[in-house]
């Protein structure tokens, strides 16, 4: 999923990750892809399993929470703003048994929105869908989050 | 918040805890109450934070929804019956930059309901609802879950 052109910065972010947010990194989340307006996650099976045999819900959670600020971080300007999460729903569809993928997208006219409001109110809401698959391409799970884009303090 | 009835009880499910599910053990999450209809879980801000100084979103997700089947289990015959999460709504409302604390508990008439339901049709659905407290009492995230008892396959 990744192309020639983000290998570079996904090599990056998942040398950061253990440093940045540490109790990610012990899931064993990888980051996948990392472009501008598009992302991908991936979580482990092996360490992240409950009694009853599927993915605890946390670490689901977590494979498609991250593409919120994940996809803030290739789209915007990290020496302006940052990302944080007001709203995360997600729904159980399926059990998930194996290593799962989660994936996310924003167009480039949401992508200009974001950033021009921003740019003139210091933040932006933004959206984020996506759908959580596992090793054989079945939805385990889908999530929408509302994030929301920030300018640092000066 | 513990009483002299549960103490048994959350050593037993502490004590297992890293057994049943360990990525939630590693996230240093302790069991402070498990009483029939009422539960309380604990997560430790060390080791959970980001890169930003807060608790990573997906730690406040967990000290929440655990909740969902802790409950099932200090309330309902786990002999017959588990627990399972439908779908989990998470609204973040301020960081949390110390331990948290999740709440959340259900009535005598609604265990009842519960039970009746899960006797009958071989399942049940439960909403618990729970607000997620800094040391300070401030509430930083609230939560809604949507879970279902189960019964077990002879």
Redesign the interface.
């Known amino acids: 999923m990744t192309t020639p052109n983000d290998t570079a910065l996904v090599a990056e972010l998942n040398s950061a990750l253990p440093?940045?947010?540490?109790?990610?990194s012990?899931?064993g989340l990888q980051i996948v892809a990392a472009q501008r307006g598009k992302v991908t996650t991936m979580a482990p099976f092996t360490?992240?399993?409950?009694?009853?045999g599927g993915m605890?819900?946390?670490?689901l959670?977590?494979v498609s929470?991250?593409l919120g600020g994940l996809i803030a971080t290739t789209s915007f300007d990290t020496q302006l703003y940052?990302p944080?999460?007001?709203?995360?729903?997600?729904?159980?569809r399926a059990p998930a048994t194996s290593d799962v993928w989660a994936s996310a997208e924003l167009t480039e006219p949401e992508l200009d929105r974001i950033a021009t409001e921003a740019q003139s109110r210091g933040k932006a809401d933004y959206t984020l869908a996506s759908a959580i698959t596992d090793v054989n391409g079945t939805v385990v799970a889908s999530t929408e989050g509302l994030f929301q884009l920030r300018a640092h303090r000066r």
Request: aromatic share 18%.
């Open positions: 440093q940045l947010i540490p109790v990610v012990r899931m360490g992240n399993g409950n009694h009853l605890y819900a946390g670490v959670f977590t929470e991250f940052y944080v999460a007001k709203d995360f729903r997600i729904t159980f």
